[in-house]
């Protein structure tokens, strides 16, 4: 079998280069790796594009998502090349339940008194709604242990996310036929480390927890570029 294309879903309030640190590690590995750009408009438009980019993968997949881009894959995991999900910081959603049922169920992390909303055109509809995170805030609770230049300039190039994706039921859960791993940041600001590990547990994952911010792949980018490996031998076995 050849060896498992790892593609690299970011999640809201930041894009591919979050991946930076990672991508160097597996490719120096022989790894085929692709990061797409998520639209971060609807959960069902998302997984719909990275299931898109997926199908048009020669061979088995590992998807790898980060934060928000947990939810994404847990509906776009259902494709047939979907080998094996990987969870960094992310959302493991069961089919039906939306991120904003999920964070619920547990007390608020530091971001919900962070956030910005700003409107955006929508043709032929009433304006959408787009969140990000405080620029002057974002360093503490979405980095704070990357390097601090660093940290600012991901706060002023994060992407926001269409707030109509919080309330988005997912269309399917992929973990259920499709073996997984979760990195639990212990440190995360942004999503509260319990809704991470209650999706894992849920899903009867193989859970790591490393102390770190939520940029966990920024901040402990050997120690997550291990754990994909290990989905990617599982996935080429």
Do not use: C
Request: proline share 7%.
């Amino acid at each position: 079998m050849s060896t498992p294309t790892v593609v690299l879903v970011h999640g809201a309030f930041a894009d591919a280069s979050s991946f930076a640190k990672v991508i160097p590690e597996l490719l120096a590995d022989g790894i085929p790796v692709a990061a797409p750009a998520v639209p971060n408009r609807s959960l069902s438009g998302d997984a719909a594009y990275i299931a898109s980019v997926v199908r048009q993968i020669d061979g088995p997949v590992v998807l790898v998502g980060h934060s928000y881009g947990g939810a994404v894959i847990t509906v776009a995991g259902a494709e047939d090349n979907v080998r094996a999900l990987v969870y960094l910081a992310g959302y493991a959603l069961e089919e039906g339940e939306s991120l904003g049922e999920l964070q619920g169920r547990f007390p608020d992390s530091d971001l919900a008194a962070a956030l910005v909303t700003r409107s955006f055109p929508v043709e032929g509809a009433e304006p959408g709604t787009d969140v990000s995170v405080d620029v002057a805030k974002f360093p503490a609770i979405f980095a704070h242990d990357v390097d601090p230049e660093l940290a600012k300039v991901l706060a002023v190039s994060q992407r926001p996310l269409a707030a109509a994706a919080f309330a988005e039921p997912a269309a399917a859960a992929a973990w259920k036929t499709k073996p997984a791993w979760g990195v639990v940041s212990t440190a995360d600001h942004t999503i509260n480390p319990e809704v991470e590990r209650f999706g894992y547990q849920r899903a009867g994952m193989q859970q790591v927890e490393l102390d770190s911010s939520h940029l966990v792949m920024l901040s402990h980018p050997k120690a997550v570029a291990d754990v994909i490996r290990e989905a990617v031998r599982s996935a080429g076995s």
